[in-house]
């Protein structure tokens, strides 16, 4: 039952994007079409769900014997560009396209603040339920990512739409999109409480 309240309030309670404003660069930038949202998506769980993983293993292995606890900021941080190197190469290699279209975004997940705050949060506290084991950290990391790429196809697909939408002139464009970023937040805000 824990696992399933987890990942129901890093999908849709605690979701980083929408109630906690993190990651919101790639979020804005990448979101212009489904099909890349998608790829950005996939990137961000594989690379959440590693580094939860990672970083946890080596908070509570090595950092906290050694007292070495406030070097964890730099640690996950090396953690997660290595592990952003590899979805990098892997992406170039599969699927040319998508890493065109990604961009910039793809090695911006490195200093993705949501990566790195997931990280920070599964070793902290700071989420309704403790992570206190390997699983549940990577299942947060895990979740976590599915809530970022939830957020990012469901902004991609009123983008698309209001592309096709008859909006005035001062709003077309990225205003407009803020305005349906905010109003999809106010509609995430709807789920806090289900989980306390």
Sequence with gaps: MEYILIIIGAVLVNNFVLVKFLGI????????STEN??????????VMSLASLITFIIYHAVLVPLDLIYLKTIVFILVIASLVQIVEMAIKKFSPSLYAALGVYLPLITTNCAVLGVALLNVDGGVALPIDNVLKAFINGAASGVGFTVAIVLLSAIRERLARADVPVCFRGFPITLVAASIMAMAFAAFSGMIS
């Design 25 to 32: 660069c790639p979020f804005l930038g990448v979101s212009k």
């Design 37 to 46: 949202s998608l790829g950005m998506g996939f990137a961000v769980i594989f």
